[in-house]
C-alpha cells in the first residue's frame, strides 16, 4: 500500500484527500517510480481546488511532474535504481502524476535526473524551470542579446517567472520583473536578479496598439490584456516568449507589432517538447542556476499541506515554487 492525494469529485464539487492504494490501482505504463518529491504548480492549484477545467477524469492524481528512483521497468531505457524525472505528458490531467508514494507510467515520457542536481532540486526547478529554460533560450534564438537592451518578466513571482529572472540574470541581461505584489516581492526579484520591479496594474488596463519601445524581449507567463500590452512596448525585431494562460485565452491584440516592428512572438509549451530539446535544456538549467536559487526561491511541505497550499498559489499568496517531499510527515 501506498498513500496519494486523489481528487473526486462530487456533486460538481471537487474533493481532496490523502488516500491508501494498492499498487494494483495505479494506471498502465511499463515504468513503475517511487517518488521522492513532486511540486505544486499554478495548473495542480487549479486542479485540487477546482477552480480550473484540469482534470479529464475522476479518480485523479495530480502533479504535473515528480523526481523519483525506478522500482520495475520494462522499458529498454531504464533499470531499477535509476534517478528520473517526469514533466508533463498530461500527468495529473489524464494520467496519475506525482502527488504520491509511487507512479506507473510511459517510460518515454521520463528523463534522467541531470547530473548535478538531486531529486529535490530537480523539483525546485520542475516543471515550471523547464518552461523558463525554454523562454529564455526562444529569446535567444531569437536574437535577443544582452546588449541590446532590457528584458521583461510578467508573472515574476511565480514558478515560471522567477526561474526566468533568475536565468536571464546569469546570462549577463537586464531584466525588470512584473508582479502583482510588488510590496512583498521587490527586495526578493531583487535579490534574483531584477534590476527593477514593476506593478501588474502597468500592463493590465487596455493599452495602444504600439507603445513606445521599452523592451529588447520579453518572457509572458501571464497572457490576454498583459500579453497585448507586453508585445506593443517590444523594439522592433524583438521577441516575446509566451507560455502561460492564467490571463486568459484570448489575445486583444493587432498584427501591428508584428508587422511594423517585426516583433516575434514564440510560444512555449513544455508539455509536447521534443526530448532532444527537453534533455538539452535540462542540462542549460543545471549550468546557469546558481545555488541561492535553491535556497531563496522555494517552499518545502509535506504532501498533507497540498491542498492549503493548492488554495494560496491560485490566490497568488505564493512567491517562487512549492515542493512536495512525499517522504516528509505532517
Known sequence: M???????????QTLANITALAESDLPDGNVTV????????????????????I???FPMVPGIDFAGT???????DYQPGDKVVLTGWGV???HWGGMAEKARVNGDWLVPLAEGLTEQQAMMVGTAGLTAMLCVQALIDGGVKP????????????GVGSVAVTLLHALGYRVSAVTGRLDANQTWLEQLGADDVLPRDAFSAPGRPLDKQHWAGAVDTVGSQMLANVLSQIQYGGTVAACGLAGGFDLPATVMPFILRNVRLQGVDSVSCPRPQRLAAWQSLTKLLPARYFEQACHTIALAQTP????????????GRVVI?????D
Do not use: C, M, W
Not at 70 to 76: E, K, L, N, T
Not at 147 to 158: I, P
Open 2 to 12: 501506498f498513500n496519494a492525494l486523489v481528487l473526486e469529485q462530487h456533486e460538481k
Open 34 to 53: 517511487d517518488i521522492d518529491y513532486s511540486s505544486l504548480n499554478y495548473k495542480d492549484g487549479l486542479a485540487i481546488t477546482g477552480k480550473g477545467k
Open 70 to 76: 525506478v522500482a520495475d521497468s520494462q522499458h529498454p
Open 92 to 94: 495529473g490531467e489524464g
Open 55 to 57: 482534470v479529464r477524469q
Open 325 to 329: 517531499d512525499i517522504t516528509k510527515q
Open 147 to 158: 546588449e541590446d537592451g532590457k528584458v521583461l518578466v510578467t508573472g515574476a513571482s511565480g
Open 308 to 319: 492549503a497550499y493548492a488554495d494560496k498559489i491560485i490566490n497568488g499568496e505564493i512567491k
